[in-house]
């Protein structure tokens, strides 16, 4: 794995120390000698995780690590401490700074990479995000990352799985005083329980008396449901190298037994944070894809959408030797509208419209406006007679009940226009098809508008 890993320490030989152990594992290493350097590096952006000296003269490393994590433009990198402190106390002041964890000096190699490649490689999972999302702002997505500081990783919901009551019965109290906490001690039921429960955080038990709490974890991976959900391991001091494979496997973060209070609901904020903030960027990503396709006032998909994918449908027709139908609709005298009754009437009478065009056609047809109070609409496997039916339906339906504007002060009468046309031979090109449905709206209006014209090929 490929990443840019920022040593901080103001001791050289430290910082030749680490950056040989990561070197030899084909990570690049960048440099900082003082906090003030690695904030510059951080803010361009030339990093993919921190490895963070806490003891550094001018601004010690919990100094640097609340900057970070309070700056929207690097509050996303991984931070990890190294420390010759080795207290609870110490780790929580870490975590509580914004620390992804806390390693001790004299840092083990074999827990050196595990952390870094699992943290690099969660990094490179939320940078694929936030890459996608990178023009939300341009079209008035909200970003997530001032919601992502100001989140205090409090009020998740929690799945403790532990089947020995001495230890769940501890634990779940400490988690209860911030979380919502449901408790597991059937390994067997775990998985299902944390498909169906909506989890923020599962925290397993990696030492179950009948069950392999690691493939516990790896399974939770593997199933879409759960595959985001974060990880907490906890196990026995000595289970170091099963805390290590862990990691391996998709495991967040761990906690050897015997298991400190605050230490616990540190890591646990910590992990709920991510998960929101992870949420947020699919989230936003969603709402970016929407927006891109699916036109604003009437919420029907827009003329982009559309021009993609008829032309899919039309393949998809040809090669199933299925009908394919069009109709090209036109609100008749909309201008008159807009002019009489101002722009606001006329945008509640193409949401009205758009209202009334979903309730008169099936799930499979596609609907779309193609422009300004002209739309669109594609029906699979339809031949002309049908659409033809499906059209009047629909023309009735909107002349039929006058449409209310100026939030229902007046209702004002509106009528439609309508061509339609088939796909009338395999691999004949979607413009040809639209071209016939647009001469048949054109006689359609021609003839005295509220009406249907169906083109024949």
Known sequence: MSARVLVVDDVPANVKLLEARLSAEYFDVLTAANGAEAL????????????????????????????????????????????????????????????????????SDLVLIARVRSLTRLKMMTDELRMRAITSLE???????????????????????????????????????????????????????????????????????SFDGLRLCSQARSLERTRHVPILAIADAENNPRLLRGLEIGVNDYLPRPVDKNELLARARTQIKKRRYADDL???????????????????????????????????????????????????????INDNYGHDAGDDVL?????????????????????????????????????????????????????????????????????ISTLEKKGEAVADVLKRADIALYRAKHDGRNRVVSHAA
């Open 282 to 336: 699919r989230d936003n990503v969603q709402n970016s894809i929407e927006m891109a396709i699916t036109d604003a006032l009437t919420g029907l998909n827009n003329r982009r959408y559309m021009e993609s994918h008829l032309a899919t449908l039309a393949e998809q027709a040809s090669a199933r030797g299925k009908p394919l139908a069009l109709m090209m609709l036109d609100i008749d005298y909309f201008k008159s």
């Open 351 to 419: 949401r009205e419209f758009a209202v009334r065009v979903r309730k008169s056609i099936r799930g499979i047809d596609l609907a779309c406006r193609y422009g300004g109070e002209e739309f669109v609409i594609v029906m699979p496997e339809t031949d002309l007679h049908v659409a033809g039916m499906v059209a009047e339906r629909l023309r009735r339906a909107i002349a039929g009940e006058p449409f209310a504007i100026h939030k229902g002060a007046e209702r004002i009468e509106v009528t439609i226009s309508i061509g």
């Open 40 to 107: 510059q590096i951080c803010q361009r952006a030339e990093c993919d995780m921190i490895l963070l000296d806490v003891m550094m003269p001018d601004m010690d490393g919990f100094e640097v690590c609340r900057r970070l994590k309070s700056n929207p433009a690097t509050h996303f990198i991984p931070v990890v401490m190294v420390t010759a402190l080795d207290s609870p106390a110490d780790r929580v002041r870490g975590l509580e700074a914004g620390a992804d964890d806390f390693l001790t000096k004299p840092v």
């Open 139 to 209: 079209i008035g997505v909200q970003a997530p990352e001032r919601s992502a500081i100001n989140n205090t990783g409090k009020g998740g919901r929690i799945l403790l799985v532990d089947d020995r009551p001495s230890s769940h019965e501890r634990l779940a109290p400490i988690l209860a005083a911030e979380h919502g906490v449901d408790v597991e001690p059937n390994p067997a039921e775990a998985l299902f329980r944390a498909a169906e429960g909506n989890y923020d955080l599962l925290i397993v038990s990696l030492d179950l008396d």
